[in-house]
């Protein structure tokens, strides 16, 4: 239950509206994250191309990289609600139940080799608010493990986009 009153369906920009009808749909509801940038079609179309950008194309990172990721951040940054959404997109991903449940109990557990786990724990350490001490030799390891640049940034962006969007939740209650 959101600490704010949040927009119905009708209570939207059309250009929201658009957007919010074909989930509609299918789902038969709107989620509590989507009515929240709903109040602000800037923020609202900001936060969509990064979801569309970073998530939802096919990039440079495997989705199930990116909702490991998603997975990890969300439970660092103690976001139930994006928890859960991301056990459920990692699942529609064809994801199994034993990789999620691996990922929520640590990177060390996870059935993945150790060039993944070095990035994940790189991706943990940068969401954190010391991130400003990481060194060129953090990126350099990933680089020798054979992560592109291109993959790095991503994978730092995708941990900002969660850094964002788990601050949203949290503060307004959402899914509580």
């Not at 959404?85 to 059935?111: C, Q, R, W, Y």
Request: aromatic share 10%; glycine share 6%; charged share 25%.
């Amino acid at each position: 239950m959101s600490y704010i009153d949040l927009p119905e369906f009708e209570d939207m920009s059309p250009k929201i509206q658009d957007k919010a009808r074909p989930i509609l749909e299918k789902t038969g509801s709107l989620g509590e994250i989507f009515k929240l940038l709903a109040i602000d079609e800037k923020i609202y179309f900001a936060t969509d191309a990064m979801v569309q950008g970073y998530l939802l194309d096919e990039t440079y990172l495997s989705y199930d990289v990116k909702e490991a990721i998603a997975l990890l951040i969300s439970q660092e940054n103690s976001c139930k609600m994006c928890v859960g959404v991301h056990k459920n997109i990692a699942k529609m991903l064809g994801v199994s139940e034993e990789k999620i449940e691996a990922v929520l109990n640590g990177i060390d557990t996870m059935p993945v080799d150790q060039k993944e786990k070095d990035l994940l724990h790189f991706c943990v350490r940068a969401s954190k608010k010391d991130n400003y001490k990481m060194q060129q030799e953090d990126l350099e390891k990933l680089f020798q493990l054979g992560w592109s640049k291109n993959e790095v940034i991503e994978a730092v962006a995708i941990v900002g986009y969660f850094n964002y969007i788990n601050t949203l939740s949290n503060v307004f209650g959402l899914g509580e």
